[in-house]
C-alpha cells in the first residue's frame, strides 16, 4: 500500500531519478513521501540500500560542454540539481570524464535526502500507483507488482532490452610490469590502466570469449530479449565480427605501451572505481558470462593473469515505457495531471538523462501543487531535446535514448568542423537555458 500525503507528493524509487525529484519537490516547499523498498527487498543489480547506487559503470560521461553529457550536466547544474553537485564533490580522477567514487557519492545523496526537513524516506516497496500526486522514477529494475500496475495503466505492454555491468578488480591484483598508466592521448594522466594486447593476444582472447558459456536466459525472457546498444555485452560485440573489439570498447588509439614505443594491437582499459584507487572496473566489459568464465578468459587479458574479482559483470533485464503514446513534454502522464515519470522508466537512458527527467518531473510535480505553470524547457537545451524525444509521438519502434547532440534543431548557419559545430550547438543550449531561467525569475 502507498500511503496517503495530503496535498503533497508521493515519489517512487529512490534511484537517481527519484532521488533527484524528491529534492526539487522538497526544495520548493513541498512535503514529500519518498519509496525506496532496498534493502528490505533487492534487484537483481544493486548490492546495498543507500539511495541512488549505480549499478553499472561509476562514470556519468565527459565534462566538456562539445560533448553531449558534458553539455547536459552543465544545464542540470544551471537548473540546480543535487546529484550533479553530489558528483562534482565525490569525483575521480578520470581524464575527460566524471567518474565519481560510488559509495561516497551514493552515501553523499542518501545523507542529503535523509536531513531533508520536508523529505520522509519509507523503506518499503510500493505495490500499486498512487491515487494523488506521485512522481514514479521506479527504475528499469521495476518489481513485478508495480510493473503489473503500470501496464494496466498504460494499456500497452511493457518493452525490454537487456543492460549488463562490467566486472570490477582489486588494483593491487593487476601486474603493473605489463600495464601501464594513462590516458588517450594523454588526457588524464594516470586516471586508467590500460593492459595492452599484441594481435596474436587478441586472438586468443576473442577465441575464448566466443567460446566461452554464458547464463542462459528463462523461455520468455529469451522471446523478449533485446539489447541496449550502448551498453552490448562485450560477448555480444565479438559475435558481430573478430574486429569489433578491436574497433570498439578495446580500441587502442592515443595510446604507447611504454615497453615497445609503439600503440598496442587492441587494449583493455581499466577505470578506477573508488576514491582510494583500491578498485577499478573494466571499461566496456559488460557481460553475462558465468562468472568461472569471467576468470577464465579476462585472466588472458595481458597483467589481469592473476586479477583479483571483486564484483563479477552480471546481465539484467531493463524495463522501460513506451513514453510518447501517454507522456507529456512535462513529464505528465495524458491520463492523469497530478502523475509524472521520470528516470530510465521513461526510456531517457543513462545516468545523466535519469537525473534530468528526474528533475523536470520534480520541479513539474512542485509547480502543480503550487498552481504555478508548467516547464517544458527550450527544445534547444539537451535536456529539452531529450525529454521531447520521449514524448513525441512517432511512426516505427520506440527505443531509449542517451543525450546526443543529434536531437537538438539544426543550427541556422552550423560550423564546418564537428567539434566546432558542437560547441555553437552547446552554447546556443546555455544562452536558451539561461534565458529561460531568467523568465522564471531564476
Known amino acids: 500500500m502507498v500511503q496517503k500525503t495530503g496535498r503533497g507528493l508521493v515519489v517512487v524509487g529512490g534511484g537517481l531519478a527519484g532521488s533527484e525529484a524528491a529534492w526539487q519537490a522538497a526544495e ?8 525506496e523498498m532496498r534493502p528490505e527487498k533487492m534487484t537483481p543489480a544493486h548490492t546495498g540500500g543507500r539511495l541512488a547506487e549505480l549499478v553499472c559503470s561509476n562514470s556519468l560521461g565527459a565534462r566538456e560542454i ?3 553529457l558534458g553539455l547536459l550536466k552543465e544545464e542540470l547544474r544551471r537548473l540546480g540539481s543535487l546529484l550533479i553537485a553530489c558528483a562534482d564533490e565525490t569525483a575521480l580522477p578520470a581524464g575527460a570524464a566524471l567518474a565519481v567514487d560510488r559509495e561516497a557519492f551514493a552515501e553523499r545523496v542518501s545523507e542529503r535526502i535523509r536531513s531533508h526537513p520536508r523529505i520522509t524516506l519509507q523503506t518499503a516497496e510500493a505495490t500499486e500507483i498512487p491515487d494523488g500526486p506521485a512522481v514514479i ?3 528499469p529494475l521495476t518489481s513485478p507488482a508495480l510493473a503489473e500496475a503500470l501496464a494496466r495503466l498504460t494499456g500497452r505492454e511493457h518493452l525490454y532490452f537487456y543492460d549488463a555491468m562490467a566486472p570490477i578488480v582489486a588494483a593491487d591484483s593487476v ?5 601501464f598508466y594513462g590516458s588517450r ?5 594516470e586516471d586508467y590502466i590500460n593492459c595492452p594486447m599484441t594481435r596474436e593476444e587478441y586472438e586468443r582472447f576473442v577465441e575464448a570469449l566466443l567460446a566461452a558459456e554464458t547464463i542462459p536466459l528463462r523461455d520468455f525472457e529469451r522471446e523478449e530479449a533485446r539489447f541496449f546498444e550502448a551498453c552490448l555485452p562485450i560477448e555480444e560485440i565479438a559475435r558481430r565480427g573478430r574486429e569489433a573489439l578491436a574497433f570498439g570498447p578495446m580500441r587502442p588509439v592515443g595510446l604507447v605501451d611504454p615497453r615497445t614505443g609503439k600503440r598496442p594491437y587492441a587494449v583493455v582499459q581499466l577505470r578506477r572505481d573508488d576514491l582510494a584507487g583500491r578498485l577499478y572496473n573494466l571499461v566496456g566489459f559488460q557481460t553475462n558470462l558465468r562468472w568461472k568464465e569471467q576468470e577464465r578468459v579476462f585472466r588472458l587479458i595481458p597483467g589481469l593473469e592473476r586479477a583479483e574479482f571483486v564484483r563479477y559483470g552480471q546481465m539484467h533485464r531493463n524495463t522501460y515505457l513506451h513514453s510518447p503514446s501517454f ?5 505528465q502522464c495524458v491520463s492523469r495531471d497530478d502523475l509524472f515519470f521520470a528516470g530510465q522508466l521513461t526510456g531517457s537512458e543513462g545516468y545523466v538523462g535519469s537525473i534530468g527527467t528526474g528533475l523536470l518531473a520534480g520541479v513539474n510535480a512542485a509547480r502543480l501543487l503550487r498552481g504555478e505553470e508548467l516547464w517544458v524547457l527550450p527544445p534547444t537545451t539537451m535536456l529539452g531535446a531529450l525529454v521531447r524525444y520521449i514524448t513525441t509521438p512517432r511512426s516505427g519502434e520506440f527505443q531509449p535514448m542517451k543525450a546526443n547532440f543529434g536531437l537538438l534543431p539544426e543550427l541556422p548557419n552550423p560550423p564546418r568542423g564537428k567539434p566546432e559545430r558542437n560547441r555553437a550547438y552547446a552554447e546556443r543550449a546555455l544562452r536558451d537555458l539561461d534565458e529561460f531561467l531568467k523568465e522564471q525569475g531564476l
Open 28 to 35: 520548493r516547499g513541498i512535503q514529500v513521501l519518498l519509496y
Open 66 to 68: 562539445d560533448r553531449a
Open 137 to 139: 522514477a521506479s527504475g
Open 175 to 179: 601486474d603493473m610490469t605489463v600495464a
Open 185 to 189: 592521448y594523454g588526457r588524464g594522466g
Open 327 to 331: 507522456l507529456r513534454p512535462t513529464l
